[in-house]
């Protein structure tokens, strides 16, 4: 009787495992999302540098009662542009949205903000990425949905299309809401 090699066994195993890992990615309900290990825990301190002609966003917005949009996003970003819109929407309609410049230069915030409007109610610069780092920003623009007691709901990672505001923002935003 001839014996099999274990190391002959090890590549074909190695990669049905890695199959698996693949296809269980790929069957979770919503796949383009990227969990947040910040949901369900307090938001981490705000630590911005003023932007001129704003409100400085701080730590005390995110605690004082009220469901904030918290809304990372640059001048050198196509998607922020593209999203603009949308948060200057929510805006109107009543919800709280404070911004956080990120690596970008006041000059180019500023022309940005000029040049589409000012949707924010408080804004903060973060040029060194310091802030984004701790909240886990892995790319632009990112947004998150903090309750009123300083808690992150959700976050959402790249630009809002009305389809996310409906079918994940506004749920995440209405569950902070009950609390």
Not at 37 to 61: I, K, Q, S, W
Not at 167 to 177: C, G, Q, V, Y
């Amino acid at each position: 009787m001839a014996k099999i090699n274990p190391l002959l066994i090890l590549p074909p195993a190695l990669l049905a495992g890695f199959v698996a890992f693949v296809a269980a990615g790929n069957f979770r309900e919503d796949r383009n999302t990227l969990p947040s290990a910040r949901a369900g825990h307090p938001a981490p301190v705000v630590a911005l540098e003023e932007m001129p002609g704003a409100p400085l966003f701080t730590d005390a917005m995110l605690r004082s009662g009220e469901v904030t949009l918290v809304n990372f996003w640059a001048s050198w970003c196509p998607p922020c542009r593209a999203e603009h819109p949308l948060v200057t929407q929510l805006a109107e309609e009543g919800l709280t949205v404070l911004g956080v410049n990120y690596r970008d230069t006041p000059e180019r915030a500023a022309a940005f903000l000029e040049d589409l409007g000012n949707p924010y109610d408080a804004l903060g610069a973060d040029p060194r990425a310091r802030m984004g780092l701790d909240w886990g920003v892995v790319g632009l623009p990112e947004t998150f949905v903090v309750d009123g007691d300083g808690n992150i709901v959700m976050r959402h990672a790249g630009p809002l299309t009305e389809e996310v505001i409906e079918e994940r923002l506004r749920p995440a935003i209405e569950r902070a809401r009950r609390g």
